[in-house]
């Protein structure tokens, strides 16, 4: 096979030992070893894959593509039995201006910015993950980060896209107006098909598929159909209603429908002025209440870390170095010592809460976390202002490279991500927090809760000795009970993490049969010939999934 593939595409392709180890893994608890591996040069090498592999498959062959960027996946995503596609050579950025870019799904995200900041202007969605992920994930995943409770999630800045589809060939995917609609639906071609199905479906289904939509601020599970075909919309809310809108559809479906081959994403400018509160908390009783009065002062960003992550953190500084550019690790302690004094002083918080202020000005911005500060007196919490950024760098790293920090470190034992990404109404913390717990510790998990607390949005992190058997066990078992819990408080089980491996199983238990059949309309329509990313999404296999954990 692979000599066939090499003599179809002018990049790439690679099946050495260490080329199917290194794809094998993303960030999730999975190892799934591919058949090959190709690196397309260009859009021409990806239509000639998709008509290569849909033509084996129309007589019986099982090869398949799926799409990798930055390999940062957390659901096993861009795991594959057959084919994987590196977009390494999608890297170039080919236009930035005020309001938008143009770039590549190659692209990796920190060298985005680099030239996204030269206008003032950031993509404000980026993950946790912004060293290590790139564009392709981040809008196939829908990503989010700690910025979205003020700027919203990677769909709301997709602006048009171009894709290979599975007829092989490329198509730019846009708002389309009620009457471009109507003209593309009497197309005889594959795009009009398309479009004519996709419609119908929606049309046929509307109230269950509006009704589907998660009662959440942020959501990656399923297929987002419900945000496709607005009758009232219009554009610039002029004109003739109506906008059918494939980009919301495509957004967050982690390479079934397609590859995406360029995005238009439009961009904010950077604010100037920040600081943050943290805010050191003893016990979780008054967080529902901390958590209403600080999200009343509309911060930008709102994210917690537990006890555990803030003790790993303590223990491992040493691992932020190259994050905190601190000359050398005499300073680098220097600057966690206030930290180490905390612990000292005050005994370990339960809960660390970071309330990052934006305003105008830097006055506002101390008028904001002043009146904060004053807002929570009562509460006779421990706090910290941070002002500049320099003095609130440190705490932005031990939230956002926890996760990376325990990957590498724990010896032993393997991160396990497989509820780490429940969202819930933050209404519901008081009742639904001591619930979670309760399930947690009655499996005796040794795990870390990291997030976007203003979102209610929790990454937890269990710590795993995962070739052990009865460890293994507790994976189906946790995910079940944590998932009925989120789904009785109205959740969802992914708020930005998307489904994969690990939960595509279980979104059946969440939008029940009737949707998961439009779930499935919707990849035939797209992808008939099942070619790209199959048993993501639907068709998936919990038995499969268990089967691929590392060891
Ligand atoms: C330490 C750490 C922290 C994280 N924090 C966050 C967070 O805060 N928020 C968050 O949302 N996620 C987070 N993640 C998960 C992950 O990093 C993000 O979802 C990220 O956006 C994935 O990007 P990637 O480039 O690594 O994608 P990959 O892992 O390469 O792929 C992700 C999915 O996108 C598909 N895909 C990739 N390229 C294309 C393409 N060209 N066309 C079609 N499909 C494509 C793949 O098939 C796969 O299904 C974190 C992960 C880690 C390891």
Redesign the pocket.
């Known amino acids: 096979m692979i000599e066939t593939i090499k003599g179809v595409i002018s990049g790439e392709v690679s099946s050495d030992e260490e080329t199917l180890d290194k794809y094998s893994r ?2 999730s608890l999975f190892e799934v070893r591919p058949e090959a591996v190709a690196f397309p040069k260009d859009t021409e090498d990806l239509k000639k894959l998709v008509s290569f592999v849909a033509a084996g498959r129309k007589k019986g062959g099982k090869m398949s593509l ?9 659901s096993g ?2 795991l594959s039995e057959s084919i994987v596609v590196d ?1 390494k050579h ?1 890297n170039r950025i080919k236009k930035v201006t005020g309001d938008y870019a143009i770039a590549e ?1 190659g692209v990796f995200y920190r060298d985005f910015e680099k030239e996204t900041l030269k206008q003032n202007r950031i993509l404000p969605t980026y ?3 912004r060293e ?3 564009l ?3 809008i ?2 829908n ?3 700690e910025k979205t409770l003020k700027y919203g999630k990677t769909i709301n800045y997709v602006e048009e896209l171009k894709a290979v589809l599975s007829d092989g060939k490329e198509y730019v995917i846009r708002p389309l107006t009620k009457k471009e609609l109507e003209e593309k639906i009497k197309e005889k071609s594959f795009e009009g098909r398309l479009y004519r199905d996709v419609y119908r479906l929606i049309e046929k289904n509307y109230d269950l598929v509006k009704k589907a939509r998660p009662n959440v601020s942020k959501n990656s599970a399923g297929y987002n159909l419900w945000d496709v075909w607005n009758p009232d919309a219009s554009v610039g809310g002029k004109g003739d209603k109506g906008i059918f809108d494939l980009t919301k559809l495509f957004v967050g479906s ?2 079934t429908l ?4 360029e995005a238009k994403i439009g961009l904010v400018e950077k604010q100037k002025y920040s600081g943050l509160l943290v805010i050191f908390m003893k016990d979780l009783e008054v967080l529902p209440d901390v958590v209403k009065k600080t999200l009343a002062l509309k911060p930008a960003s709102f994210e917690s870390f537990d006890d555990h992550t803030f003790g790993l953190a303590l223990k491992f500084f040493t691992g932020f170095l190259k994050f905190l550019g601190a000359a050398n690790i005499f300073s680098l302690a220097i600057q966690f010592l206030p930290e180490f004094l905390h612990v000292v002083l005050h005994g370990m918080p339960k809960m660390i809460l970071l309330a990052e202020f934006e305003e105008k000005s830097q006055e506002e911005v101390d008028r904001k976390i002043r009146e904060l500060d004053g807002v929570l007196e009562p509460y006779n919490l421990s706090t910290k202002i941070a002002r500049t950024v320099e003095s609130s760098k440190k705490y932005w790293v031990m939230r ?2 926890s ?2 920090l325990l ?1 590498h470190r724990i010896k032993g034992m393997k991160t396990a991500p497989f509820v780490d990404d429940i969202i819930v109404r933050p209404e519901h913390y008081p009742e639904f927090l001591p619930k979670l717990y309760d399930i947690l510790n009655s499996y005796n998990l040794l795990f870390t809760v990291a997030g976007h607390i203003g979102d209610g949005n929790f990454h937890i992190i269990p710590l795993m000795k995962l070739e052990n058997e009865e460890e293994r066990k507790k994976i189906p078992a946790a995910s079940e009970e944590v998932y009925n819990l989120v789904l009785k408080y109205g959740g969802s089980i992914t708020a ?3 489904d ?1 491996l690990i939960r595509s199983p279980y979104l059946e238990k969440m939008y029940g049969k009737k949707v998961c059949k439009l779930f499935e309309e919707t990849k035939k329509i797209f992808d008939p010939l099942n070619i790209f ?1 199959p048993g ?1 999404k639907v068709n998936s296999d919990l038995e499969f999934a268990l089967e691929h954990i590392k060891r």
Do not use: V, W, Y
């Not at 799926?66 to 957390?74: I, P, Y």
């Not at 397609?258 to 081959?261: H, K, S, V």
């Open positions: 993303d960030a799926t799409a990798r960027a930055g390999g940062s996946d957390m995503g861009p977009f999608f799904p993950p946790a993950s290590l992920c790139a392709g994930g981040m196939a995943n990503a989010a980060g982690q390479g397609g590859f995406i081959t956002r490279e996760f990376n990957r930005e993490h998307n994969g990313n993501k």
